[in-house]
């Protein structure tokens, strides 16, 4: 295996006197870890690129056993510094690196992954208004892109449209109207069932999100009290999907505010 593809790094690390290793998420392996021989002296083939929050173009080759990935060289394509430099958007910017680096495994959806993580920090590098809300788009989009994606117009068993009131079970992960909602409660009579109503305007930003890219989220503005509860609505869905027990420790019901 030899290729070269841009990649982002997560993270880095030095080991004995001159080698580094890398972790990065690319568009066709998601997260993987390379070690970059000689990274910490050779100007020529790593000059200035293996840190963290760095988009580089890195060519990449086995070892001899395969038994693991090198990184032969690397140039910088972007470095982040402004966004680097402000501690707001670089706690941002960790925690959705953080969040990609555990909850990502295989290869599978890959480069939604790493187009989101892209997109991501260059919405952050221009400062946007709305910063303090990217960690839960971006975990809404992430969750929604990776094959979890709920119609959050209609009943997802009777194709009813939202003009009916629309519930989210989270045992199923997704939206069901009253009548729907009842005959689950119905079929399924030991299941401790959690579920909430979501009302016409929530879904609608629900919607706004997963049909925009991350440079657009600075254009929306929601009510500090309705955002409160959207964020609670993201945490239910997310949490439906995927295993975010190292956020909260254990699995536990955050919906029951809602
Ligand atoms: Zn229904």
Not at 206 to 211: A, D, E, H, P
Request: hydrophobic content about 35%; overall charge neutral.
């Amino acid at each position: 295996m030899k290729n070269t593809e841009q990649v982002i790094l997560l993270k880095t690390g030095n080991f004995r006197e001159y080698d580094v290793w890398i972790r990065y998420l690319s568009a066709t392996q998601g997260v993987s870890t390379a070690f970059a021989f000689g990274g910490r002296k050779s100007h020529k083939r790593f000059f200035g690129c293996l840190d963290s929050i760095h988009l580089v173009l890195a060519s990449f080759e086995e070892n001899r056993n395969k038994t693991y990935i090198v990184a032969t060289e690397t140039s910088l394509i972007h470095g982040f510094s402004p966004l680097k430099q402000q501690r707001h958007l670089l706690g941002v910017a960790m925690y959705c690196i953080r969040f990609v680096e555990k909850i990502h495994t295989g290869f599978l959806g890959a480069e939604e992954c790493y187009t989101l993580l892209k997109e991501t920090l260059f919405a952050l590098e221009e400062n946007p208004s709305q910063w303090q809300d990217f960690p839960f788009y971006f975990r809404l989009l992430y969750t929604f892109e990776q094959g979890y994606a709920v119609d959050f117009t209609s009943c997802s068993n009777c194709s009813a449209t939202g003009e009916r009131k629309l519930f989210f079970i989270s045992n199923a992960g997704s939206l069901f109207c009253e009548k729907c909602l009842n005959s689950y409660k119905e079929k399924n009579p030991y299941e401790r069932i959690t579920y909430f109503l979501i009302n016409r305007e929530q879904l609608e930003n629900l919607v706004w999100i997963c049909t925009h890219r991350p440079l657009d989220w600075k254009d929306l503005h929601i009510a500090y009290d309705k955002k409160q509860e959207l964020m609670r609505i993201i945490d239910a869905y997310s949490q439906a999907h995927l295993d975010l027990s190292y956020i909260y420790n254990t699995k536990q019901n955050i919906t029951k505010n809602i």
